[in-house]
């Protein structure tokens, strides 16, 4: 039996692995979206410093160990075979949590999930115990549990939202007001007081982040004071603001800012505290050295100062993430192994064994954590689900237009109108000379590029690139110094959707999505704290029941989950490259617009024809899952049609002036597109509703007409796919005049139905099924051939 608890070891490790991946997976866009989006410098040396910089604060985590060993309960009131089950539904439930989020594409914080995580599995225990000991009530249960640690954590979410969106915001409003869009062509001295002011910041949040949880903190570096343990005591009482009883006292207070002798009387200030007690002094140094360096980086070396910032910005927000939220992934379990190491030598039953060791505080072994450092690196660089996770934030706060991922909804649309009313107040109380200085602040350059570039600008400039750092980087390390609960997940997004507010990214073309995209994004922070909680306590509660059969079990069911997900999201990946994707036109001349219509019809011919065979087949067979399939199907495809109208305005603006006729060609053959989507969609919807409610199947002649139909629908989707792959157009006409042969087999299917209804059918639902499918696939033919004849005739 005690073999179990060294199996729970093992498994906590393997698990930990898993963590660590999934972890990387969604915390990567925190240090990577400013130099993606902004293509400061390539992807590669992007990768390459975010590894330098994770590698580094991975090393420097060893004191922030602490919150997953005594941070969210009392370990004292738990035994050690209560401590392992907590540890064990926790990390079962983050990383299914986690990798969920990933597979959406949605940053979560990771933090957030492993508190509450903790919590939930804790409460339950806690719970558990106090309903077996008659002598306890539910009141008790704030002796088990650090209910004040939650309630910092969910202060914390509403603290990140509000002051990083508000503090982004004004920075970018004020730093492009000064610098403008057209900040390369400055004075030299205006990017490098720029630059002075950015380095400061970001190389003092690295210096600070950095020494934070090592012995390098505690290192002396100045005699303040020696007069004895009374005089140590009175020059405590005045100058700190707090009455300590004893030197003693003092000395454990202070130990992060004083190294303090009692027995001598002497006080010494350490490096951690020389630098939180003189940051203006330090600051205002760094200013002048940092400005002065960067002056000559700028003027004599020809460097471009906004590229050195996101360089530095990006090492600095990697080593935070890094140092902070590895014990987010590690941290549990390593102390289950500390448990563990120390219940095996105690000699004590399990159920015995009290678990006051994690009350002390315990060291990690470097060597854990250059290998998880090293597991973290090669997870940024590997991970799909990363990239995946930062074009979310990146799309969110790109300049302009962009694929929209979230749909409005009535709450994005108050914010919006209401934004926009304060606006117009604003503008009508500034004095016009203000207004007109502002706009002209903001009015973005007109950048001429080769049409074949038109696609590859960046999501934002290096200004605001620059901005999202520095500011990220400058609230971190404020935090971090008054111990505020600041997420880094909450802080860089919302710092990130602060400056794209300011910088007026957000028009009133995209406003509504972004807007709704950042309240979804925010609602699954939420949901990360109520799900973590739920699920840590059901498998806490699980385990706690069923012992280690269940552990076994749920850890296959944790790994099913793990490999379905992994599974169904390459399927999804690789039926997205292998599938003929509509394209947006990019052509210049009538003549391109033609042959890139060719490839858009023919993709649409050969997807529609497939819809359209797996509904009637799917119909027939009864086949639900077939027909929710079909669904997603045609939704995607219809989704695409949509983008390529949205794309009309561009498309025209695209156009060389002797091919503007090309527009009204264009727009005809999307119209019909739509049409054919719209027929799709709808014999595709009522075939599933149909069988989703459990309605009678179709009877025998109806199944024998519409595969008919069926058949000779096929075989002119596959005529039109034939020709225009080979581009043999010369097929069309012949194909066109098939129209009112394939009408008239409808119209007699409709006619034999019409007899039947009037003798021997007996289900309604069936018979408005049939006649709409049939009168739906006319439509279909009816827009198909409206297609062929437009294209034909712009030959």
Known sequence: MDNIY?????????????????????????????????????????????????????????GLMEVARK????????????????????????????????????????????????LGAAVCIALIKIGADQGLS??????????????????????????????????????????SYNFEKKAKWVGALFGGI?????????????????????????????????????????????????????????????????????????????????????????????????????????VNIYKLIIIVGTFGLALAFSGNDLVNFIGVPIAGWQSYEAWAVSGVPAAEFSMDVLAKKSETPVLLLFLAGGIMVLTLWLSKKARYVADTEINLSREGEAKERFKPNFL??????????????????????????????????????????????????????AVNLVVAGILISIATSMKLPLSTTYVTFMVAMGTSLADRAW????????????????????MTAISAFIAAAAVAFLINLGGPAMVAVLLLVAILLLARNTI?????????????????????????VIEESADNIKSFVNRGNKIYANAVDSLVKYDLPALKKGKKGIAKLDAEVEDLRDNIFYFIKNLDESSVGASNFYINILGYLQDMSQSLEYITKASHKHV???????RFNQIKDLKEIEEQLNELFGKIKKAFSDREFDRIDAIIDEKQELFNRVNQKIDKQVARTRTEESSPKNTTLYFGLLLETKDLITATMNLLTTYRDNQ
Do not use: C
């Open 412 to 465: 994005s649309r108050g914010v919006v109108r209401g934004t926009v009313l304060i606006s117009q107040g604003l503008a009508a109380i500034t004095p016009k000379p203000a207004m007109e200085f502002i706009e002209k602040q903001f009015t973005k350059p007109v950048i001429d590029l080769p049409k074949d570039k038109t696609y590859q600008m960046p999501a934002f400039d290096m200004v605001r690139a």
């Open 692 to 698: 989703n409610n459990n309605h009678k199947k179709l």
């Open 71 to 118: 941070g969210i309960f009392n370990p004292g009131e738990f035994y050690f075979d209560e401590i392992m089950i907590i540890f064990m539904a926790v990390m079962i439930t983050d990383i299914l949590l986690l990798d969920f989020f990933n597979t959406l594409g949605m940053p979560t914080s990771t933090t957030v999930s492993i508190v509450f995580n903790l």
């Open 138 to 179: 539910f009141t008790d249960l704030g002796n088990y549990i650090n209910t004040k640690k939650a309630g910092e954590i969910i202060s914390g979410i509403l603290l990140s939202v509000v002051i990083a969106f508000s503090v982004g915001a004004i920075v970018q409003f004020v730093t492009r007001l000064l610098l």
């Open 568 to 592: 169904n999201y390459r399927k999804r990946v690789k039926a997205d490259k292998a599938e003929d994707s509509l394209k947006s036109s990019e052509s210049s001349s009538i003549q391109g």
């Open 6 to 62: 060294l199996l729970m070891v093992v498994a906590l490790a393997v698990l930990a692995i898993a963590d660590l991946v999934v972890g990387v997976s969604n915390d990567a866009v925190n240090f990577l979206n400013s130099a993606i989006g902004s293509k400061a410098v390539s992807f590669r040396t992007i990768m390459i410093v975010a590894s330098v910089g994770i590698a580094a604060g991975a090393i420097f985590s060893s």
């Open 507 to 526: 028009g009133t073309e995209s406003a509504v999505y972004r807007v709704a995209g950042v309240l979804n994004v925010i609602a699954g922070w939420f």
């Open 198 to 302: 950015a380095l400061t910041a970001l190389l003092y949040f690295i210096f600070m982040k950095g020494i934070k949880g090592t012995n390098y903190a505690k290192a002396v570096v100045d005699v303040v004071y020696s007069g004895g343990a009374e005089g140590l005591l009175n020059w405590a009482n005045e100058y700190l603001g707090t009455a300590y009883e004893s030197v003693k006292e003092l000395a454990k207070a202070q130990k992060d800012f004083y190294k303090i002798d009692a027995n001598a009387g002497t006080m010494k200030l350490t490096l951690r505290g020389f630098l939180e007690t003189n940051v203006l002094q330090i600051v205002a140094v760094g200013f002048v050295v940092w400005s002065a360096l960067s002056y000559v980086l700028v003027n004599f070396l020809k």
